[in-house]
């Protein structure tokens, strides 16, 4: 789809994240409990229990709430969109209370609420499952010796709910991807949440192991989930108050005022080793320039020790916006599917990396890429697979750019599409110019009746080698022959498509079960005369994702920029939504 420095560490960082996404990096230690799925059908029916069970006012209460989905109790009291699970709830459990025995809340009662006010640990917000509420409720039922079968109700549909949307929210997500990424569908196990919250967490003898189970499986997952808990720590230890910035860039050796601060906010985030020695004089050197540089890794910058604007810009970012990635990226884990047939190729857009994982679910290689523009060419997120290898590739123009710059192009410079390995086609793709254009040939272009593509060769928008990947978005993964926009830092200069920097590397990857195909073989390939494609027999998957917060398998935490401002819309939906 189009014509169309360096991290010193990137390479082996980061979706490490996304990297574990294998079925063998994703089991948890042996002692924990069964999948969900597993587990919620092969736990045992509801027993009754006369200290649970309801009169006929009571039962009648608990009935019209549900049947209402409107308990005022609730910070959200409407819960329209759970109500049938609610109800199920109730009817497997012979609509009796789940989590009350003899007036008083159970253990597990009590576990669950623990779970929901620790909703932040996960990047949720307690708030959205009553966290901030369930002290009152509990010592209100603690208080009262004879307590009122009305409240032992609300009390009981109050921790239902709450546990309910807890439980799909960790599994889920509090936004569903499809509301920002129509093209991001990928399948997902089915659990019964109704029989999950009854049989797992209301009679469980212990509900941690089940809660587990519906986070993400992925190790990265649990390490994000600690650098969350981390920079929250971090976020109230420093504070607000941000770096002096001088009108000039600090330099190595240079003086500047703010060295005690910049020494103190770099120890906090683990850039300077807490027993490094800081120069007198506010001299800005040795040690404190390469915890800077190690901070540039960190954080998408050029790796030079040079404090300029940007360094400063990232210096001074509050660590509370830095929590809210972390907290986004657990959002945007929770929208993964657990498995994948195979190993996947992962192309991370403010990272502007791809990651890919061989056949023992190790990283195999990981490399720069190019992405679309963040003005009017974004890469979109969406999820396809590969299906092949396709050498010395053609680029059909799309209509967009044909219309938009290509014809503008030419009538600047008539020979434009000679000079560029251009050709003119109709629609049953026979070539009717060379390169020449005539005023026929230009109206055609403009009306979009005729069509422009590129000749294989190396001057080649695509390079020598695109993959096979279908989509409806018309974007692919291929070489370029622009490859001095690698040394770059920020890489976003396509119209959409994805630049790889070793395609030969890629696509010899790609075929690496095809018989006979190795890297020699590949450039060979892409150095012959003729274009062919090579099947593969199993498509691999490729997920083109979004994340601005990367935890290394390390613990060093890496952010990037929010160049399409995804973060920012994500943040704002989260924020506006009703559980």
Same mark, same amino acid.
């Given at each position: ?52 069970? +309801? ?6 209460? +608990? ?21 049938k699970t609610v109800a199920e709830v109730y009817a497997v459990s012979d609509n009796q209370l789940i989590w009350i025995a003899g007036s008083r809340p159970t253990p597990q009662a009590l576990a669950m609420i623990r779970a929901l006010e620790s909703a932040a640990r996960e990047g949720l917000d307690a708030g959205d499952y009553d966290g901030p509420r369930w002290p009152a409720r509990v010592a209100a039922l603690d208080r009262t010796q004879s307590v009122a079968e009305s409240a032992l109700v609300r009390f009981d549909l109050a921790l239902t709910v709450s546990s309910l949307r807890y439980a ?42 089940? +809660? ?5 499986? #992925? ?27 001088? /009108? ?8 500047? &005022?703010?060295?005690?601060? =910049? &020494?103190?906010?770099? /120890? ?9 020695? $800081? ?21 998408? %910058? ?25 907290? %986004? ?15 996947? $190729?992962?192309?991370? $857009?403010?990272?502007?990396? =791809? ?94 009746? +005729? #069509? ?71 450039? &060979? ?37 929010d160049i399409y401002h995804l973060d920012a819309d994500l943040q704002s939906a989260i924020e506006r939504r009703q559980p």
């Amino acid at each position: 789809m189009e014509p169309l420095r360096t991290f010193a560490k990137s390479a082996t960082l980061a979706l490490v994240f996304f990297l574990a996404l294998s079925e063998t990096d994703r089991v948890r230690p042996t002692s924990r409990a069964p999948s969900v799925a597993a587990a919620a059908t092969a736990a045992s029916a509801f027993a009754p229990d006369a200290n649970r069970t +309801l009169s006929p006012n009571g039962l009648a209460e +608990l009935q019209s709430l549900v049947s209402a989905a409107n308990l005022p109790d609730l910070r959200w009291p409407d819960f329209s969109t759970c109500r049938k699970t609610v109800a199920e709830v109730y009817a497997v459990s012979d609509n009796q209370l789940i989590w009350i025995a003899g007036s008083r809340p159970t253990p597990q009662a009590l576990a669950m609420i623990r779970a929901l006010e620790s909703a932040a640990r996960e990047g949720l917000d307690a708030g959205d499952y009553d966290g901030p509420r369930w002290p009152a409720r509990v010592a209100a039922l603690d208080r009262t010796q004879s307590v009122a079968e009305s409240a032992l109700v609300r009390f009981d549909l109050a921790l239902t709910v709450s546990s309910l949307r807890y439980a799909a929210d960790l599994r889920f997500g509090r936004m569903q991807s499809w509301r920002f990424h129509s093209e991001f569908v990928l399948e997902r196990e089915r659990i019964g949440l109704a029989r999950f919250v009854l049989d797992r967490l209301s009679r469980a003898p212990a509900i941690e192991p089940a +809660l587990h189970e519906l986070e993400p499986l #992925f190790p990265p997952y649990e390490r994000t989930r600690a650098a969350l808990e981390r920079y929250e720590k971090l976020a109230r230890e420093y504070g607000s108050e941000p770096l002096p910035v001088p /009108r000039k860039t600090v330099e190595p050796g240079g003086v500047y &005022a703010g060295v005690p601060q =910049l &020494a103190r906010l770099l /120890r906090l985030l683990g850039d300077l080793p807490a027993g490094a020695t $800081i120069p007198p004089g506010n001299v800005y050197s040795g040690a404190l320039v390469a915890a800077v540089k190690h901070f540039q890794i960190r954080h998408g %910058l050029d790796v030079d020790g040079r404090i300029g604007r940007q360094t400063f810009e990232e210096l001074n970012t509050p660590l509370s916006r830095r929590v809210e990635q972390l907290r %986004l990226a657990l959002e945007r884990w929770r929208w993964l599917p657990r498995s994948f047939a195979r190993p996947p $190729i992962v192309v991370n $857009i403010p990272e502007f990396r =791809l990651h890919a994982m061989d056949g023992d679910h190790r990283q195999a290689f990981s490399m720069k890429v190019v992405v679309g523009k963040a003005y009017g060419h974004q890469t979109p997120v969406f999820s396809t697979q590969i299906r092949g290898v396709i050498f010395r590739p053609y680029w059909e123009v799309p209509l967009s750019i044909q219309i938009k710059e290509l014809v503008r192009d030419i009538r600047k410079h008539p020979g434009y599409l000679a000079k560029h390995d251009y050709e003119v086609v109709d629609e049953r793709r026979r070539v009717v110019s060379e390169g020449a254009v005539n005023p026929q040939i230009l109206q055609g272009l403009a009306s979009g009746s +005729l #069509f422009a593509r590129q000749r294989p060769g190396p001057k080649n928008s695509l390079g020598l080698m695109k993959l096979d990947m279908p989509n409806s978005y018309d974007v692919y993964m291929h070489g370029t022959p622009a490859t001095a926009l690698f040394s770059k830092t920020r890489r976003d200069f396509s119209h959409g498509c994805i630049r790889v920097e070793d395609p030969v590397a890629l696509a010899a990857w790609v075929l690496r079960d095809v018989p006979g195909w190795n890297a020699d073989r590949v450039l &060979a390939a892409m150095n012959g005369e003729s274009t062919f494609r090579v099947p593969i027999a199993k498509p691999i998957p490729v997920l083109i994702v979004y994340s601005t917060a990367v935890v290394a398998d390390n613990g060093d935490v890496y952010f990037f920029r929010d160049i399409y401002h995804l973060d920012a819309d994500l943040q704002s939906a989260i924020e506006r939504r009703q559980p």
